[in-house]
């Protein structure tokens, strides 16, 4: 491993290991503070409208949105693959960027892991509600049934759909969990009540610290990282079948999987940052969470962004190139038919706003990142939307040629997701551990402590550090490190 | 004894391969064979097995037996009746009194579900129209009344029948008039309950009036040949048809006959032999659609332009010109009626006809001169076979009026009419009726008259009474009931026959009646010929009925009321045949024909009547029974004054000229009441649940009117607000047009569906001598932002101002996927090339020599070529065992012959149970019609700078009759989670609602987008009351059982009716045959009445469907997508004389551009 000297630290504030354990388990041990209430009480307000529009969906039917015989999906499928691609950052972030070894990401990882698994959630249930009839969804999974073998429809890229999801979903969970147990024993042994430490002690399952927990743990994450990565591309790979399968112009288009994931790691990363940026200030990591990292995250940013605008150009060109008049109609109308306005805000926003991220200044200031993030947000939602809508309002059949407005309980729905969202947000960063404590921890030893942080900070360490218990080691520091130089660092406490 | 190791064998066979021997009783395996292995019966199951299996068993037992299964009662017949199966339809012939056409019941279980042709009447010759369709469902309209009324409460028979009764004795003892108000009838027996009521009521005067009057004609006749008649019209032998504004295959007379008769003259798949057909008109009818040429023309203008063809055809014949009609507008140049008139007088020998569509005495003599001058009588017109429909006389109606305003009437019976809805001057009725003393109505529901009178004696629905009718000249049709009345309801005939003291049936008066005209007859023989025409459900003069045995369909002579009357064996066809043509030979020569006594009982009538004095007809002239198309000829008519009174209202009119027309499916507003026909899209404007003035889009532009906007009308001293306005390419500018039959003002109950949709314009109508349709006035814009519900809201004009460009080609390549048109010339030329018919053999080469009539996609039409086989993703299902073995079926949709007259539409809807979604959720393009009509325009110009303005004053117009079109390789198919479509080994994809969960994938990626969705429950569901075929138990009964109502949440769409290919299946199973072309007609094609579609085997080289496959004009929508469709489309041509009007197809630039 090459340490740079002159990288910046990625804790600042000359933290001890017992500040960080309290700046991060901090928060779960004391009461909320009155701007997690306010934020959790709208989160519910908001996920109460979801509830009520999909209380009207289920209870009326799908008609109660604005969908018609022309348009059979728009929101509902926006929504899905919005979430969906959201949900790309975070597996991205922990099972890429470890297996690429980037120690930045250890402070952001266990939000983003977090984030991924509500958005995951918050898509899931878009699939289900847009059905007809959502009560019988479980003919999709391969079920034993009394019906012969009836089973679902292997070439129906919807039942892809099902398998790439709940896979995702899965490992995503798992691997979020693993992660988790260590610092779940940090918080159970730092509890000082009956029900907290009873509760943080059931999950961490039974964790000592062990070097040979370590081991398996360090193992674990590398086995399911590994089995991660290849999922960041297919599930998104997977959902852009779910158009690319298809015989509508604008769906019908092979540059789908690569685009919609690089589609995806752009949304997901903007919504780390809204995220992020906002966490930061509120719970008062900013020396976790630093501008460095936010900067790291928007030149990924504007990486993906570009790659999305070259998928669009490609898209057009490809149409016009093809000499299939009605694909480049479709693009045409999408372009300048009555949709177009849907069609610029996304180049808009997901091409032209990264691009920004050139200049240094914008890529350092929170508040400029903010904007931006939620133009990303903005542009990947109605890139979802024009996809879908633009391409299917003016199909094949003049005659059959519509326009689609939602209703209020689509809307209802779609700004209720967020509340899902959030509200699960907002549970986790008061009950679980925001940033990986055992990580940053073991991040930290590598990238500051000794001459590096000294020559940094311009002092020693201070003589009265009080070591908490600390479990942290690195992957890469038991490749490096004898046993016995461990156990005697251990000893140092 | 050791272990026999002896093998005994019966063959060889079983001894070498034991398994080949083996019955099977299903060839492809034991259903469920795969499912439970002989290994899963090897069950190990231990002690502790047993007690847990023993244990969730008796708790889930004991939990079963919680539940109280609900107990069901069903009751049996008694005793069965002998001609109701359970699951087996029966047919009754009977006949649609309000379309004037013979037709055939479909029961099942003892009530009418379905409306079909009857091939054996001349009239409909198997054909349906919409309305028609439509009417079995207003038997179920629980707005009908259920008992009769008294001021507005029900009340009883006997009280009604005492107090009327008494109440016209006592008017009749005062001397006092007695009138009975009736529509157009064209009932014999009718005719006669009427005369005897006046036995005995003798001041009694009978008024007919029908809502769309056709007086016009009859005074033309009256005034030419002293015969207030109309004549048969026979376009099947015309060579060239020239119409003013007769809207013939819509709506004009009898449209299902005319349908016919121009289906067979514009049929060129097999031949070139194709009428020619000018239209003039200022509103874009179904008939001006189908033009060849359509020559926009104003109302006032119609009668001028008469004139001047008139004019060339007299200097061509010889005879003297009638008047300078001086110029029209810019559509109708001199140069077009020259040549309208040349083609005319050119295809004198062959056959011309000129219609006239106006209700104006002047322009119909003047038709009746123009077809003197080309000969058309005895070819194409028969003045002989006189028509009897639309008896109303428009002037002894006014008459009536006044008198009633006068205090003249004191007893006033209506039946069959609604002056208060749709007579012009409603108020002068609604006036008079106040001063009648005694006021009956015979309505089936409290209608707009009916709430003003004392008494309503509620008439049976059709579908429950007895009738005869005598639509045509010689032709008899009887109706009969195939369901006793569902309410306390009476036939009308019966309550005038009782309130003239003249107790009885009326089944035993009709037969009376017919027995009176056959009286040489031998009851024997009466019985059999009234029991074979019952069967057939009409009798034509001088033509032998149809053999019982040999028909195909059963039709049954039944009648549930009447049942004792049957007596004799049908079966005994010895006696029939003989029966029959001494009843035919008795009927012909006998002295006093059928036919004739009508005409006294209607001679009988023009003599009470004060106003026909004029021309009321000599009983002498009517002695014979045949009149000579010849005599015609000699009428004098003085052609000049006419012409001068037609030029002069040219000049007079207005700047705006309003006119008022029907739909197709709503008429003049009758049926009104009936969600089938309030949701069905106009097939030109494409606009469900409304009525709206139609205003050239050129005219909007210039005036600032747009889609939308409420416009005032003003006609005289009426004025009618809020109008919403529809831009409709096709109408000329300065002319509005609106459709009666809207705007219905009936009890909250009677009217629930009809009520306030749309706006009655019938005030708007001019009375004149006869009621004119059209009239002159101005509008005024009063509002905006109402919304029509449109079923198709885009024409390749409202393509993005920023796709104009790209526009051009891309719209006509689209159009040519989609909707293929060619001229006559070109299509003659290519067949000319090739050297044979049209039978067989396509252009391979693409364009080289005379453009190809269809632009081939691909050379090898049904497969994609051998170079591209393998790049197919779909699955080859001709490889899968079993598929298209022996069926493949396949449809044809010839859109030549399809006027677009919704007749399928309203078929489909009623054998598929399709719900109605009501005008919300229509305008949120939610319509649930698994067959829709698209419409396209295109411009007949090619010249690029005037196309917007030709394009849209007077497009050309195609319709395209769309539903499922049943891909080999459908997209639709694999892309579902669920499996819930499936592919039949007979290719058709079949929809499994109960396995469908609602993703709606299929819909998106269906092409052609005809896939439909249960957005929400229209089954018991408050919010879609409209929709009662789901929504009220009586509504319910019309219900195809054979079809499921689709639950919420799942797709759904054409199934090509397989409901009626199984039937047809277990026809021929019983019958141990194979499946016969024909015998599976799906309901669409059943009621096309322009036999547009044919549907069958394409494996069979000799099906009607395969014929048209192979033909030169066969296409298939966007074949480059292929999906290897199964529907395959006949190429519309259009017999093109004017070099300006030739399609666009045609011309280099597009041929070039493939």
């Known amino acids: 491993m090459v340490e740079a000297p002159i990288r910046e630290p990625l804790i600042l504030g000359n933290k001890t290991y017992k500040q960080i354990s309290d700046d991060v388990i901090g928060p779960i041990e004391n009461k909320p503070s009155m701007s997690w209430l306010a934020g959790f009480t709208a989160s519910v307000l908001v996920l109460g409208l979801f509830a009520v529009g999909v209380g009207i969906t289920l209870f009326e039917g799908i008609g109660a949105w604005g969908l018609q015989r022309t348009v059979g999906w728009a929101f509902d499928i926006t929504n899905f693959v919005f979430w969906v691609g959201i949900g790309h950052a975070g597996t991205l972030i922990s099972a890429v960027l470890l297996l690429f070894r980037q120690h930045w990401r250890t402070s952001i990882n266990r939000s983003a892991e977090a984030m991924t698994i509500f958005a995951v959630v918050c898509a899931g249930q878009f699939p289900l509600i847009h059905a007809g009839r959502p009560w019988v969804a479980y003919w999709i999974p391969p079920l034993p049934n009394d019906l012969g073998s009836l089973w679902p429809n292997f070439n129906s890229p919807l039942a892809w759909d099902v398998f790439a999801i709940s896979t995702y979903l899965t490992v995503s969970l798992v691997f979020w969990f693993c992660g988790l147990v260590p610092d779940f024993a940090l918080v159970r042994d730092r509890a000082t009540k009956k029900i907290p430490k009873f509760i943080y002690g059931f999950v961490s399952l039974g964790w000592t610290g062990s070097l040979k927990q370590w081991n398996r743990f360090e193992l674990v994450s590398l086995i399911l990282a590994g089995m991660a990565t290849p999922l960041v591309l297919s599930v998104h790979t997977i959902v852009s079948f779910d158009f690319a399968t298809s015989v509508i112009p604008g769906w019908h288009t092979t540059i789908f999987p690569p685009y919609f994931v690089a589609g995806a790691i752009f949304s997901g990363f903007g919504m780390v940052h809204t995220l992020l940026i906002v966490v930061r200030k509120v719970m008062n990591l900013e020396a976790y969470i630093t501008i460095n990292h936010l900067e790291q995250m928007a030149k990924v940013i504007m990486l993906t962004g570009t790659m999305v605008g070259i998928a669009y150009g490609t898209e057009m060109f490809m149409a016009m190139y093809s000499g299939y008049e009605y694909e480049m109609f479709t693009f045409m109308n999408r372009a300048f038919g009555p949709y177009a306005w849907a069609y610029w805000i996304m180049m808009s926003c997901n091409v032209i706003s990264p691009q920004v991220y050139w200049f240094k200044k914008a890529r350092t200031s929170p508040v400029f990142m903010f904007i931006i993030s939620i133009f990303v947000n903005i542009g990947m939602w109605f890139e979802r939307f024009v996809i879908i809508v633009t391409s299917l309002h003016r199909d094949f059949l003049v005659s059959s040629w519509s326009m689609y407005t939602p209703t209020w309980v689509e809307m209802a729905i779609l700004i209720g997701s967020f509340g899902l969202f959030f509200t699960l947000f907002f549970l986790f960063s008061k009950y679980l551990p925001m940033i990986a404590v055992s990580e940053v921890k073991a991040t930290y030893k590598l990238t500051q402590r000794g001459k590096d942080r000294d020559a940094l900070n311009g002092k020693s360490i201070p003589s009265d550090i009080v070591y908490d218990h600390d479990y942290s080691y690195s992957a890469d520091k038991l490749e490096k490190k004898t046993i016995e130089e461990s156990l005697s660092e251990s000893h140092d406490h | ?1154």
């Open chain 2, 1 to 1154: 004894m050791e272990n026999n190791n002896r093998r005994y064998f019966k063959s060889l066979e079983e001894l070498n391969s034991p398994e080949s021997i083996q019955p099977k009783e299903f060839e492809s395996g034991t259903p469920g064979k795969n499912v439970v292995e002989e290994s899963d019966f090897d069950l190990k199951s231990s002690r502790r097995d047993f007690l847990k299996f023993m244990g969730f068993g008796i708790s889930a037992a004991t939990l079963a037996a919680c539940t109280k299964t609900p107990v069901k009662k069903a009751i049996p017949y008694a005793v069965k009746p002998h001609e109701v199966d359970p699951g087996v339809p029966n047919y009754y012939a009977s006949y649609y009194g309000d379309g004037g056409y013979g037709v055939l019941v479909k029961t099942r279980e003892g009530r009418p579900i379905k409306i079909e042709g009857n091939d054996l009447d001349p009239l409909s010759l198997g054909g349906t129209t919409a309305a028609g369709q439509a009417s079995v469902l207003s038997l179920y309209d629980e707005g009908r009344l259920k008992a009769p009324v008294k001021n507005g409460v029900e009340t009883t028979w006997e009280v009604v029948d005492k107090e009327v009764y008494s109440g016209l004795r006592k008017i009749t003892a005062n001397g006092g008039k007695i009138a009975i108000l009736s529509n157009g009838i064209d009932s014999p027996s009718t005719l006669r309950a009427i005369a005897k009521f006046k036995e005995t009521h003798p001041s009694t005067v009978h008024v007919q009036y029908d809502a769309v009057s056709y007086a016009g004609i009859r005074d033309a006749y009256a005034s030419s040949i002293g015969r207030s008649i109309i004549p048969s019209y026979d376009i099947s032998k015309a060579k060239t048809i020239v119409s003013f504004n007769a809207d013939f295959l819509g709506t004009w007379l009898s449209p299902l006959v005319f349908t016919k008769q121009y289906s067979s003259v514009r049929d060129v798949t097999a031949s070139e032999d194709m009428a020619y057909h000018v239209q003039f008109e200022s509103h874009l009818s179904l008939t001006g659609s189908k033009a060849d040429l359509r020559i926009p023309c104003k109302p006032s203008e119609q009668g001028a332009a008469m004139v001047a063809v008139y004019n060339e055809l007299a200097s061509m014949a010889g005879a003297s010109k009638a008047g300078n009609p001086g110029s029209f507008n810019p559509h109708c140049t001199s140069e077009k009626i020259k040549h309208v008139a040349k083609e005319l007088w050119d295809s004198r020998h062959e056959g011309a006809l000129v219609l006239s569509g106006s209700n104006d005495s002047n322009e119909q003599s003047l038709c009746i001169e123009i077809n003197k001058l080309l000969g058309s009588y005895g070819k194409t017109i028969d003045s002989n076979k006189e028509v009897n429909l639309f008896s109303g006389n428009d002037r002894e109606m006014k008459g009536l009026i006044s008198d009633m305003k006068n205090g003249g009437v004191s007893a006033l019976i209506v039946y069959g009419a609604n002056p208060s809805y749709n007579y012009p001057d409603a108020a002068a009725f609604n006036e008079g009726l106040a001063k009648v003393e005694l006021t009956v109505s015979l309505s089936d529901r409290l209608d707009e008259t009916s709430q003003k009178v004392t008494y309503v004696a509620p008439d049976h629905h059709w579908l429950e009474s007895w009738n005869d009718h005598n639509p045509v000249k010689g032709q008899y049709n009887l109706s009969q009931p195939t369901i006793p009345n569902i309410f306390n309801t009476r036939q009308a005939q019966e309550s005038i026959l009782s309130w003239g003291k003249a107790y009885g049936k009326y089944y035993d008066f009709i037969r009376e009646t017919w027995m009176m005209e056959s009286g040489a007859m031998s009851t024997r023989g009466f019985e059999t010929f009234w029991k074979q025409t019952l069967h057939d459900g009409v009798y034509v003069e001088g033509r032998a009925h149809s053999d019982a045995a040999s028909n195909s369909v059963a039709h049954e002579d039944v009648n549930t009321e009447h049942a004792d009357h049957v007596t004799e064996m049908v079966s005994d066809t010895t006696v029939t045949r003989v029966g029959l043509l001494a009843a035919a030979r008795n009927t012909i020569s006998g002295e006093r024909s059928l036919g004739e006594s009508i005409r006294d009982v209607r001679h009988g009538r023009e003599e009470v009547s004060e106003t026909t004095n004029s021309h009321s007809v000599t009983s002498t002239s009517s002695s014979t029974d045949t009149y000579d198309n010849s005599s015609i000829i000699g009428g004098s008519v003085d052609v000049t004054s006419i012409a001068s009174t037609l030029i002069s209202a040219k000049n007079n009119a207005s700047d705006t000229e309003i006119t008022l027309y029907q739909k197709t499916g709503i008429m003049d507003g009758k049926f009104s009441n009936n969600p089938w026909l309030l949701e069905l899209p106009d097939s030109v404007s494409k606009v469900a649940w409304d009525n709206y003035a139609c205003i050239s889009p050129v005219f909007a532009s210039e005036n600032g009117y747009q889609d939308g906007d409420l416009i005032s009308v003003t006609a005289g001293n009426t004025t009618i607000e809020n109008v919403p306005v529809l831009l409709m390419p096709g109408q000329l500018s300065g002319t509005i047009s609106i459709a009666l039959g809207y705007g219905r003002n009936m009890d909250s109950q009677a009217g629930r569906v009809a009520n306030g949709v749309g706006i009655n314009v019938y005030s708007l109508v001019e009375l004149k001598d006869t009621k004119r349709y059209h009239t002159s006035g101005s509008i005024s814009k009063t509002g905006s932002g109402y919304e029509l519900a449109k079923t198709q809201t885009h024409h390749h004009i409202q393509i993005p101002a920023g796709l104009q460009k790209q526009d051009r080609p891309s719209t006509v390549q689209r159009k040519a996927d989609i909707v293929k048109e060619t001229s006559l010339g070109t299509l003659v030329a290519y067949r000319g090339s090739k050297g044979h018919g049209g039978d067989h053999g396509h252009d391979d080469h693409g364009h080289g020599h005379g453009s190809a009539p269809v632009d081939k996609v691909y050379a090898g039409k049904g497969d994609q070529p051998e170079k591209y086989k393998h790049l197919n993703i779909y699955p080859e299902w001709k490889d899968t065992n079993n598929y298209y073995k022996a069926l493949h079926w396949g449809m044809s949709v010839n859109l030549n012959t399809c006027t677009g007259c919704n007749a399928c539409v309203v078929a489909c809807q009623s054998e598929n149970n399709i719900p109605v979604v009501g005008k919300e959720e229509v305008m949120r393009r939610r319509e649930l019609h698994w067959l829709r009509i698209d419409r396209y325009f295109a411009t007949p110009d090619k010249k690029e700078e005037d196309r917007d303005i030709l394009y849209t004053d007077n497009p050309s117009v195609m319709f395209q009759p769309l539903m499922c079109q049943h891909c080999d390789n459908a997209p639709c198919e694999n892309v579902c989670p669920v499996n819930a479509i499936n592919h039949s080994s007979e290719g058709i994809n079949q929809q499994i609602y109960n396995r469908c969960m609602g993703t709606r994938y299929c819909a998106n990626n269906c092409p052609y987008k005809v896939r439909r969705f249960n957005w929400f429950a229209y089954y018991d569901n408050e919010k879609f009351n409209y929709n009662f075929t789901m929504n009220s138990g009586l509504g319910r009964m019309v219900l195809n059982p054979d079809v499921t109502v689709r639950a919420r949440g799942v797709m759904e769409k054409c199934n090509f009716c397989t409901q009626r290919i199984q039937a047809a299946k277990l026809v021929a199973k019983t019958e141990n045959r194979a499946l016969r072309d024909g015998d599976v007609q799906t309901a669409c094609q059943q009621a096309c009445p322009a036999n547009a579609i044919q549907f069958g085997n394409t494996n069979d080289p000799h099906s009607k469907v395969s014929k048209v496959k192979q033909g030169d004009l066969s296409y298939r929508l966007v074949e480059l997508l292929n999906t290897n469709n199964s529907v395959y489309y006949t190429t519309q041509v259009r017999n093109v004389k004017l070099e300006s009007e030739m399609p666009v197809e045609d011309t280099h630039e597009t041929v070039e551009a493939h």
